[in-house]
Each structure stands twice: as C-alpha cells, then as structure tokens.
C-alpha cells in the first residue's frame, strides 16, 4: 500500500476541526508525523490543514525518480442577479471549495504512483467577457 496523508473532521458541526492524519495511523503535530495521536494539531481552517497534509504527502514522494505535471481545465459558471467580480469569486472559492480525491478506494494513484491535484487559484481568470442577459 503507498503512503496517503489526508485530512480527518473531528468535533460537532458548530465546533468544526481539522487534523492531518496518514495511511500509517500518524498525526501532524505542527513539526512532524507523530504516533501519538493526542499530539495532533488541530486547524480551524479545512484549507491550511490541507496544506499541511499535500506538503506531508509531497516530502513523502520525494524519492520517486519522476516527477511529472498535468494540467485539466476546470471551468466555473457563475449565475447572478447583479455584477460579482472577479475576485469576489475567486474569495468565494477559496473559503467554500475543496478537491477531494477517493484515496480510500482507488488507492493514491495508478500502479506505484502518487498522484497530488492542486487547485493553481494564482492562474484564476475570467476566459469569456461578462454578459448581461446572454448580450456580451
């Protein structure tokens, strides 16, 4: 089996927490993997903590001897009933999206791989001008 660090949700619903957990039953403890699962650090933020478990994830595949990138456009429609820039999108997603990726089902990638999927919001862009009732 390879090497999976993902995120665990712990608490209520109104006391939400995130920790980083892996495939060896490890938590992150805000230095390292650590055994001792009262170290785990918890985030507040499901984004900082997924940060935490790519990175994890990334130190962990440094030994492969290809290393290769692949890019699929993702593309977003946005329906409103008055004008939403931009960045006012681009904020949105960045609080209320995340990837998730079934691990835990198909494994961390064809073969012996390891496959990481980033979301680049630095590269976010509007590719068609903005219409008002379907007029450009």
């Known amino acids: ?5 993902f995120i665990k949700w712990q ?6 927490r995130f920790i980083v957990k892996d495939s060896l039953g490890q938590v992150w403890d805000g230095m390292r993997m ?4 009262t170290s785990a650090q918890t985030f507040a933020d499901v984004i900082e903590a997924s940060r935490i478990a790519q ?3 990334r130190r962990h595949c440094e030994h492969y001897p290809y290393h290769e990138f ?3 456009p993702v593309r977003i429609e946005l ?10 999108l681009k904020a949105w997603l960045l609080k209320a999206s995340c990837m998730t990726v079934g691990f835990g089902c198909f494994g ?7 496959v990481l999927m980033i979301v680049d919001y630095s590269r976010f862009h509007e590719v ?3 219409t008002v009732d379907g007029r450009s």
């Open 11 to 16: 608490g209520s619903p109104a006391y939400l």
């Open 128 to 130: 068609v001008q903005r």
């Open 34 to 37: 650590n055994p001792d699962h």
């Open 1 to 5: 089996m390879n090497y999976i660090a």
């Open 70 to 72: 692949f890019e699929v």
């Open 108 to 114: 961390s990638g064809p073969k012996t791989s390891t």
């Open 79 to 88: 329906f409103s009933d008055g004008d939403v820039r931009p960045d006012e």
């Open 55 to 57: 990175d994890v994830q």
